[in-house]
């Protein structure tokens, strides 16, 4: 269970030390054995330590001092005020795959349900500035793979990562958002809205202390748990140097599966995916690609508990254009605005999957529907 206030405060003095970081604070801990003895250590014993030079020691030293008690209970009010709890290593509660890690988190702040610690995850990822073309598959396959009931585990960052929690949402799915800044913080600022929807009905973690602002040299650390949280790594929209790669490398050191959008070539934001087709890379143009490589081929077939009752949902009733085919009326009458995958409308039309598909290739020519990638369509 998470740690209560008192056995928190001693870690909490270590974590909110000005430039000690979470893998500095894992070091003293394995050296002197808890965050007690790392308050009480000498400075010569610290200063022994490797890149502990005399202005960290000094840091470290002022956590055991009024000043570092202050500064503890400061955070412990900001976890109360932001409703998160932290979990150890120790707890039952801390991730399996995050005990795998050479640097594992010696602290893990959370907001929202802690179970999704344990679901079974797809990490999506790319660009913070994806064309519409990318955030459009991005939010396709990240609904049809919650909707399969996979966690939806991403960045939070604006771009791919939020069009990909937001779809996760949007299809009653589960969603976890790792963080590159502390659990109060919220970044970017235009994502406000996105947070407070994760944090009520997925979950935010974050391995930085509270208050702790975003920095650059925090998203690397944070993608090698996006990586270890998920079975797969799905990459939509990346430019040839970009902080998704970062995912990709650890995704692929721990032996998971890496997945890859084509996209247009001399495209900017597709050069980086492109480029992991090339460095073989599961190629992805549906849902399906990603299921079979995780579940076996035929299991994406398979009905989930989350997928049943929303695609037996009937969509908004609207009378069919009087010169359609009675199949293409059929379709029609059971696209909605909202893109519809071409398996669910077979099942709301009792039509084959072909069937269904030449229907809808005659409503594209009569300017009556829309093709999505993934194979979704909605009516026009």
């Not at 509660?93 to 005990?99: K, R, V």
Request: charged content about 20%; proline content about 9%; glycine content about 10%.
């Amino acid at each position: 269970m998470p740690l209560s206030a008192s056995a928190l405060e001693p870690l909490l003095r270590l974590a909110v030390v000005p430039g000690l970081g979470p893998a500095r604070i894992s070091a003293l801990l394995r050296r002197f054995g808890s965050a007690e003895r790392v308050l009480a250590a000498s400075a010569a014993e610290v200063g022994a330590l490797p890149g502990f030079g005399p202005g960290l020691v000094a840091r470290v030293a002022s956590a055991a001092t009024d000043a570092g008690r202050a500064r503890a209970r400061a955070a412990l009010e900001t976890l109360r005020r932001v409703g998160a709890a932290a979990i150890t290593p120790d707890d039952a509660a801390y991730p399996e795959a995050f005990h795998a890690l050479p640097d594992p988190p010696f602290l893990l702040f959370c907001a929202g349900d802690l179970d999704l610690l344990h679901a079974p995850g797809v990490g999506v990822v790319g660009t913070r500035e994806p064309t519409d073309y990318g955030r459009q598959v991005a939010r396709s396959l990240s609904g049809d793979l919650a909707l399969a009931g996979y966690a939806i585990v991403s960045g939070m960052a604006k771009g791919i990562d939020a069009a990909a929690h937001a779809a996760a949402l949007e299809a009653n799915g589960k969603t976890v958002g790792v963080l590159g800044q502390g659990i109060d913080r919220v970044y970017p600022a235009e994502n406000a809205h996105l947070f407070g929807a994760v944090r009520e009905r997925g979950l935010l973690i974050s391995e930085l202390a509270p208050g702790e602002d975003p920095a650059a040299g925090n998203f690397p650390r944070r993608n090698r748990l996006i990586a270890a949280l998920s079975a797969g790594v799905l990459v939509v929209e990346m430019g040839e140097k970009s902080g998704a790669r970062h995912t990709v490398e650890y995704a692929l050191e721990m032996g998971k599966e890496v997945f890859a959008v084509p996209g247009p070539i001399g495209s900017p934001t597709s050069a980086g995916t492109n480029q992991l087709l090339k460095e073989g890379a599961c190629l992805v143009t549906s849902s399906r690609d990603v299921l079979e490589a995780l579940r076996g081929v035929g299991a994406a077939d398979a009905p989930s508990p989350v997928a049943a009752p929303i695609a037996s949902a009937p969509p908004p009733a609207l009378a069919p254009p009087p010169e359609l085919a009675p199949e293409e009326a059929g379709v029609f009458t059971a696209l909605s605005p909202e893109p519809r995958h071409v398996d669910d409308l077979a099942v709301a039309t009792g039509l084959a999957p072909s069937r269904v598909l030449a229907a809808l290739l005659g409503l594209e020519l009569k300017g009556a529907a829309e093709s999505l990638p993934g194979k979704r369509f909605r009516r026009v």
